[in-house]
């Protein structure tokens, strides 16, 4: 088992596969500094197997593959078919913008993913357009539909809210649940990445979406799949679910129990931390073992984060 200096129990990697993404969302790409990593810099599939399978020797169970947008690495459904079949990982799950579900969807299942979360701000085109940087409401609309027939369960909509952007449309993003079996998730916008458009005027708290919603019918509380920080509620008489993530109002660090790997092979054990365990020199050098990494790792893990704008964009870090 892995068990930090806190003695928070670590099951849940975040793996970034590529920093690269073909949407420019306003809250994550505004980062002009980047240098996008090169082909070679980016961990092999091989490389991210190896780090799984020594992860999950160690106590890892949870895996969610990541960006950028995951679904642009070339046959990520070879990925994720190896990394179904590792002992002791119990849940694989993918977040994605949903733009190339339509036609990796069934091969995606089919590999052995179990469950997605799909990106899904607004339920206006023309607002899509302007927050993602391409006009792509419906092609992501029937991503999310082709995901729920293929059984993919749950399906969970990220929903990041900004206010003076989207916050208006926060009852009509929850009402989806009384038509789909989804799960709408709604996450309080972090300030990630030194040129983030991030600013205290853009918050909306996880109290006040919780108050909209209530106002509209009372929230009955409930539960969710998975091994993340969400407060999951439901309306009586949806389908699905309602999540509300609050990095930032109500921090769940004394809960974390998560670790990520980002795109160029750096163990980071804290979303908010710039301070990076290096496994390149282990996969390509054998300088080190993964084992003596991931131990570092649980030795350095901040207690708590310090919202302190990061070196690197949201892309490079795997949300
Ligand atoms: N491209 C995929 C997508 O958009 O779902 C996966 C990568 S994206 C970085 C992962 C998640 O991070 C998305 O749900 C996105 O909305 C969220 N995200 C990005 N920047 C954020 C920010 N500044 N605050 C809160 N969530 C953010
Ligand atoms: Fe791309 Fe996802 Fe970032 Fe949007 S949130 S720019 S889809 S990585």
Request: proline share 4%; aromatic share 8%.
């Amino acid at each position: 088992m892995l068990i930090d200096h806190l003695g928070r129990i670590i099951e849940y990697l975040r793996i970034s596969v590529t920093d690269r993404c073909n949407f420019r969302c306003i809250y994550c790409s505004t980062h002009q500094n980047w240098k996008w990593l090169s082909h070679k810099e980016i961990l092999r599939f091989e490389e991210i197997e190896k780090i799984v399978k020594v992860g999950a020797k160690l106590g890892v169970k949870r895996i969610r593959l990541t960006g950028g947008e995951p679904l642009i690495r070339k046959n990520i459904e070879i990925l994720v078919e190896k990394l179904s079949q590792i002992p002791g990982i119990v849940d694989l799950s993918l977040t994605t913008n949903g733009f190339f579900l339509e036609e990796l969807g069934g091969k995606l299942k089919k590999a052995g993913l179990k469950r997605l979360n799909i990106s899904l701000d607004t339920l206006n085109k023309e607002k899509f357009k302007i927050l993602t940087g391409v006009d792509a409401f419906e092609k992501v609309l029937k991503g999310i539909n082709l995901a729920l027939d293929l059984g993919f369960n749950p399906v969970k909509i990220n929903v990041v809210v900004i206010k003076g952007f989207n916050d208006d449309e926060i009852l009509e993003l929850a009402k989806l649940t009384f038509e789909k079996p989804l799960e709408v998730r709604f996450i309080e916008f972090m300030p990630i990445g030194k040129n983030s458009l991030w600013n205290e005027n853009h918050i909306i708290t996880a109290q006040e979406i919780k108050e909209i919603l209530n106002k509209y019918s009372p929230l009955i509380p409930s539960n969710s799949v998975g091994g993340g920080p969400a407060k999951v509620f439901k309306w009586k008489n949806t389908l699905g679910k309602i999540g509300i993530i609050s990095p930032i109002s109500e921090h769940f660090c004394y809960k974390c129990n998560r670790l990520r790997i980002t795109p160029d092979g750096r163990l980071r054990p804290c979303l908010f931390s710039d301070n990076e365990i290096n496994l390149k020199p282990i996969l390509r050098g054998n300088k080190g073992t993964l084992e003596e990494a991931f131990e570092r790792a649980l030795r350095i893990k901040p207690a708590k984060h310090h919202l302190n704008f990061t070196k690197r964009p949201m892309r490079a870090i795997g949300g």
